[in-house]
């Protein structure tokens, strides 16, 4: 019913940036939050920045005042600016959403999209 289609990872210098994207297709659902998610090989899933309904944003104290997460709600798109970028940023980065249908809740994941920081 709901898929998310992610993009815009790539290979950046240190301080360097990058903006990802992640549109949601599907009809018959409200978003309640849509976030970002990174992980490196042999850890686990950890939140980067999400943004829920009402616009309210958190992230990752490792990327407050660097990253920025932001929507397009006309679109169902979610982006993340990445500035100031680091290594220790390289990841799999996933959208996720979080949402409900006239069935109920659901959660759903991008298929991810890399980025990495070279030194």
């Known amino acids: 019913q709901v898929q998310l289609v992610e993009s815009g990872g790539g290979l950046v210098q240190a301080g360097g940036s990058l903006r990802l994207s992640c549109a949601a297709s599907g009809s018959l659902y409200v978003i309640d939050t849509m976030g970002w998610y990174r992980q490196i090989p042999g850890k686990q899933r950890d939140l980067v920045a999400s943004?829920?309904?009402?616009?309210?944003?958190n992230y990752a104290d490792s990327v407050k005042g660097r990253f920025t997460i932001s929507r397009d709600s006309a679109k169902n798109t979610v982006y993340l600016e990445m500035n100031g970028l680091k290594p220790e940023d390289t990841a799999l980065y996933y959208c996720?959403?979080?949402?409900?249908?006239?069935?109920?809740?659901?959660?759903?994941w991008g298929q991810g999209t890399l980025v990495t920081v070279s030194s």
């Open positions: 943004i829920i309904r009402g616009g309210t944003t």
């Open positions: 996720n959403l979080k949402g409900l249908t006239y069935l109920g809740a659901f959660e759903i």
